[in-house]
Structure formats: structure tokens, C-alpha cells
């Protein structure tokens, strides 16, 4: 007995010194890849946009936001795919989607067909615009698609709140951040995950095996 008392000991002192090794330093330690990841991800080939253009009704509020108020979905996907400030690149959304509005009514109103040349030719400018920048996200994140320049600016002019849905989907999935694709996931967590977290981490001795021979 006295033996396997001094064994336990022996262990124990194993088991502490081990975990005070393993636990200590700030208690979390965080291997953040988003370089490498970043790198790995636009080198790599199949990137491809999350669903298709007429699947906007997979995030409702994405697709909520994209028909009440496109110009701030607009803006929001520009600042997350780094191609300027989601107010500026919003607000020249909106500019031009009122210019295509107030022609419209000029038109209605006076039926000058003058207003309804300028209406189309906003809307075509206005689709025109936002169907560059799909173009420039695909080419900037690899985003693989046979898709060519003018597809990209008929879909914004026949159905821009989809082509919309489409592209915030990608960019929030794939936790794109300052133009920076971090894909769906980029950090490893090692050690203790603060107090609660060190049983995740705890030592198992290993099981003690009895020397003494048993009893006839």
C-alpha cells in the first residue's frame, strides 16, 4: 500500500506541474490566420457566389433590406468588399434611383417624352454602375461564374434587389471584412478558454495498475 500511496503522489505532482505549464500566460491564447487564410482563399480556384440570382429568399432580411432600401444594402456590401465608404457609395445610389423616379413623374406629369429619355437613360447608368462593381467583386475575390461585364449589368437592371440578395449573401457567408475574404472560418483557439474552459483541457492520468500480487 505504501507503494501505490507514493505512486499517487509521484502522479499528482506530474498532473499540476503539467497543467500549470499548459494553463499558464494570459489563459487564452488565440492563433488569429486571417492572413493566411486570406491568401489561401483568393489563390484558391472555386469560389463561387452563395446560391443564384432568384434564390434571394434564402435570408429574408437580406432580401428585406435589398427591396426597402437598396441604396443601404448597396453601400454596406461596397465597405465590406473594400470599394469605399458604405455612405458615399449609398448615397450615389440614390441619387441616381431618385433621378429615375422624379423623370418618370415629370414625364407622367408633363408628357414632355424628354423625361422619359433621361428616366432610361438614369436607369441604364444606374444599372450600368452597379453591375461594374459586381464585376470588380467577382474579378477581386475569384469568384468563378461565366458570367460576362454586360450579364452582370443586365441582371441589376432587370431584377437589382436579387443580384443584390446574391452578393450580400456571399460577402456576409464568407465573412468578408474591408475587402479582406476571411472564408467561414479563420481562427484556432488554443489553450484555456478562460476559467470555464480548462476542463477541456484537463490532464488524465494515466489509469494505476496494481503491482502486489493478489492473494491466494
Known amino acids: 500500500m505504501g507503494d501505490l500511496e507514493k505512486q499517487e503522489t509521484v502522479l499528482k505532482k506530474v498532473e499540476e506541474e503539467e497543467k500549470e505549464r499548459f494553463l499558464e500566460g494570459n ?3 488565440v492563433v488569429d490566420f486571417d492572413v493566411l ?3 489561401v482563399a483568393l489563390q484558391t480556384q472555386g469560389k463561387m457566389w452563395e446560391g443564384e440570382v432568384l434564390d434571394c429568399l434564402d435570408d429574408r ?3 428585406l433590406e435589398s427591396l426597402c432600401c437598396p441604396c443601404y444594402r448597396f453601400g454596406k456590401n461596397m465597405r465590406r468588399a473594400g470599394f469605399g465608404p458604405c455612405s458615399l457609395q449609398g448615397t450615389l445610389h440614390l441619387i441616381l434611383a431618385v433621378l429615375v423616379i422624379l423623370n418618370c413623374i415629370a414625364f407622367i406629369v ?3 417624352h424628354c423625361f422619359i429619355y433621361l428616366a432610361v437613360a438614369f436607369t441604364i447608368s444606374l444599372g ?3 453591375g461594374y462593381f459586381r464585376t470588380q467583386m467577382k474579378k ?3 469568384i468563378r461564374g461565366n458570367d460576362s461585364s454586360l450579364d452582370d449589368c443586365i441582371y441589376h437592371l432587370i431584377c437589382p434587389c436579387c443580384a443584390l440578395c446574391q452578393e450580400s449573401r456571399t460577402l456576409e457567408m464568407n465573412n468578408v ?3 479582406t475574404w476571411h472564408g467561414r472560418g479563420d481562427t484556432i483557439y488554443i489553450g484555456s478558454l478562460g476559467e470555464g474552459g480548462k476542463s477541456i483541457f484537463e490532464l488524465q492520468p494515466p ?3 496494481s503491482i502486489k500480487s493478489p492473494d491466494p
Open 177 to 179: 471584412q474591408d475587402g
Open 27 to 29: 489563459g487564452k491564447s
Open 61 to 63: 432580411r437580406i432580401a
Open 110 to 112: 408633363t408628357k414632355k
Open 207 to 209: 489509469p494505476i495498475v
Open 37 to 39: 487564410c486570406s491568401t
Open 140 to 142: 477581386k475575390f475569384n
Open 128 to 130: 450600368t454602375y452597379l
